[in-house]
Structure formats: structure tokens, C-alpha cells
């Protein structure tokens, strides 16, 4: 079963709008960390941000914000004023035992 | 540069053959996982190694197996290659492993074309 879906494949943006990417993810565990990575053009997987399943708060760091809400088992993540370079696949990956990743969606940010 | 080191970055080889990849950890990580990257598979978790020891394993192929060695680098090695196991072979690590507070940092992939 599917533990992490990213229903966005592609998303397009023109350079200094807000993107959100959308995740959805499914465990029994209690505890459990939550993960957002960047994989852009050259290939590497950047790690970004991780949330555990006790804390509930949004955050802002620079441009990138995150809501995580266990209620609809959700964890979106936001780029605001995208540039150019935010171009990438973004993952989002939940750790129970081990880390399992969506399918990734990619953003383009046109200029 | 997240202080994860892989070689090569690129293999090209013939189906049948064997082939090993090797990661180097950041300095003071003890964990090091093997990842599988293919456009029908998506990112995969094949294997976990903390301090020598195998840890977790994912959806590893009996044709695969990996090993951590005394000073802490990895080697995945592949064998009976088939067309289907080209892909992007990502090796991460982390100073622990036990949770999810410990994040994983990825090295820059091996890509592998088996023809």
C-alpha cells in the first residue's frame, strides 16, 4: 500500500508566484517523521525540512512554510515567490521504520 | 555538497555482468542506506547498515547485496544484471539511524545503463 502520495505530477508557475505541493500520507504509528526533499535538474537529493508527528506547528524558514495537519494526514509544503532555480522534483517521504517516498512533483518555474 | 561521496557516477554494462558501487558516509555518520531511483519504481529503500551491521532492508533483490565496512563505507554490489535494473543508485547517510530525527543526507547517485 501507497504510504505517501503526492497527487500533483506537474505543476507550472511564472517566477515569483507561490507554489504549494500537496502530500498525503498513511501510518498506524504514533510516532513518525515527515520529510520534504528537492531533486533538481543535476540529479542530487537536497533534504529541506522534517516535522515529527508531535509537533503540529507551521513554520516559515525563508521562503519555504509547511502546514502539517494529522487530522486529514497532511503535510503540504510552499515555496513562496519561486525563482527560477526552485525548478526541481520535489519528494515528500514519511519515516516510520524507514524512509518510503512519494512520486514526486515537478515544478517549473518559467521566468 | 552534503558530505556524502559516490563512485562512479556513471557505469555502463552489459546485461549478465556484475558491477559495485561504493559510498563514502559524511564524516561521523554510522548509518548508511542504499536507495534505487527508476522512472516505474520511483525512489526505493533497499538497505540499511549501521556500523557494520545490516539494519533494515526494503525491497532488495536476492541479486543485490550490500555490505559496510571498518571504516564505514559502503559498497552495493549488483550481480546478473538485467535491462530493468538501470537506474539511478542513491547511497545516504545519517549519524545514527534509529529515528527519524536523525535526517539522511543523499550523495550524488550512480547512474547504472545495463544494456
Known amino acids: 500500500a501507497q504510504k505517501v502520495t503526492q497527487a500533483q505530477t506537474e505543476i507550472s508557475v511564472v517566477e515569483k508566484e507561490d507554489v504549494t505541493l500537496d502530500c498525503v500520507y498513511e501510518t498506524r504509528d504514533t510516532t513518525y517523521y515527515l520529510f520534504w526533499y528537492k531533486q533538481p535538474p543535476s540529479g542530487e537529493l537536497v533534504f529541506l525540512i522534517r516535522r515529527n508527528s508531535f509537533d503540529e506547528q507551521n513554520e516559515i524558514s525563508g521562503r519555504y512554510s509547511w502546514n502539517f495537519q494529522k487530522s486529514t494526514s497532511s503535510f503540504n509544503f510552499t515555496i513562496t515567490a519561486s525563482q527560477v532555480v526552485d525548478s526541481a522534483v520535489y519528494f515528500c517521504?514519511?519515516?516510520?521504520?524507514?524512509?518510503?517516498f512519494g512520486a514526486g512533483t515537478t515544478v517549473t518555474v518559467r521566468a | 555538497d552534503s558530505g556524502v561521496t559516490q563512485t562512479p557516477k556513471h557505469l555502463i554494462t552489459a546485461t549478465g555482468q556484475r558491477v559495485t558501487l561504493r559510498c563514502s558516509p559524511r564524516s561521523g555518520d554510522l548509518s548508511v542506506y542504499w536507495y534505487q531511483q527508476s522512472l516505474d519504481q520511483g525512489l526505493q529503500f533497499l538497505i540499511q547498515?549501521?556500523?557494520?551491521?545490516?539494519?533494515a532492508k526494503g525491497n532488495i533483490l536476492e541479486r543485490f547485496s550490500a555490505q559496510q565496512f571498518p571504516d564505514l563505507h559502503s559498497e552495493l554490489n549488483l550481480s546478473s544484471l538485467e535491462l530493468g535494473d538501470s537506474a539511478l543508485y542513491f547511497c545516504a547517510s545519517s549519524v545514527v539511524g534509529t529515528s527519524g530525527t536523525d535526517t539522511q543526507y543523499f550523495g550524488p547517485g550512480t547512474r547504472l545503463t545495463v544494456l
Open positions: 547498515y549501521y556500523n557494520g551491521e545490516e539494519r
Open positions: 517521504a514519511l519515516w516510520d521504520y524507514k524512509l518510503s
